[in-house]
T-cell receptor, first 111, second 113 residues
Framework: GENVEQHPSTLSVQEGDSAVIKCTYSDSASNYFPWYKQELGKRPQLIIDIRSNVGEKKDQRIAVTLNKTAKHFSLHITETQPEDSAVYFCAVVHTGNQFYFGTGTSLTVIP | DTAVSQTPKYLVTQMGNDKSIKCEQNLGHDTMYWYKQDSKKFLKIMFSYNNKELIINETVPNRFSPKSPDKAHLNLHINSLELGDSAVYFC????????????FGSGTRLTVV
């Protein structure tokens, strides 16, 4: 199966700073990479995703970059706000839609 | 209208009991899943059903059994509950196609005492 590593496990940033979370994977056949945000006591929700034929995707303050050769992808959040505080999960997907989740990053944005 | 709904939201029960968690989706998705999220927040897949066929079973004890009466429902039955079963259980659904994200249910917090 796929081995997904996510770092860091916890991250604290000052409001307005940037936050970066990185995931690495092992199977070069993986070709879809979504990111989920889980607020305290709530369900994980998809915030951004990227496919293997794209190197970068941006949606307002969040962006995802993918390096297929190195088998890693990263979530970038700029101008962080307190409401960005949550647990973020990366996922790696093979054909057949088997999702493998990272271990999560607890992000705290300090006002 | 909630896309993926789970009941109950909270479940407290004694060791040894048998319990069920229900999940329904109104998105017309073909694939439904059960995930277990432990106290460390790890999301671990338990089962996947595609058109009522089990396609993933990730070394889950056979005390756990998924039941899918139709493609809109995937219920989770747990027999002889143990303390280690305490966790949040999430149902999710997806189209089964590449590039489509999951939609998660709101979760069921199971506490075994």
């Amino acid at each position: 199966g796929e081995n997904v590593e996510q770092h860091p496990s916890t991250l604290s940033v000052q409001e307005g700073d940037s936050a970066v979370i990185k995931c690495t994977y092992s199977d070069s056949a993986s070709n879809y990479f979504p990111w989920y945000k889980q607020e305290l006591g709530k369900r994980p929700q998809l915030i951004i995703d990227i496919r293997s034929n794209v190197g970068e995707k941006k949606d307002q303050r969040i962006a995802v970059t993918l390096n297929k050769t190195a088998k890693h992808f990263s979530l970038h959040i700029t101008e962080t706000q307190p409401e960005d505080s949550a647990v973020y999960f990366c996922a790696v997907v093979h054909t057949g839609n088997q999702f493998y989740f990272g271990t999560g990053t607890s992000l705290t944005v300090i006002p | 209208d909630t896309a993926v709904s789970q009941t109950p939201k909270y479940l407290v029960t004694q060791m040894g009991n048998d319990k069920s968690i229900k999940c329904e989706q109104n998105l017309g998705h073909d694939t439904m899943y059960w995930y277990k999220q432990d106290s460390k927040k790890f999301l671990k897949i338990m089962f996947s059903y595609n058109n009522k066929e089990l396609i993933i079973n990730e070394t889950v004890p056979n005390r756990f059994s998924p039941k899918s009466p139709d493609k809109a429902h995937l219920n989770l039955h747990i027999n002889s509950l143990e303390l280690g079963d305490s966790a949040v259980y999430f149902c999710a659904s997806g189209t089964g196609g590449l590039g489509d994200g999951y939609t998660f249910g709101s979760g069921t917090r199971l506490t075994v005492v």
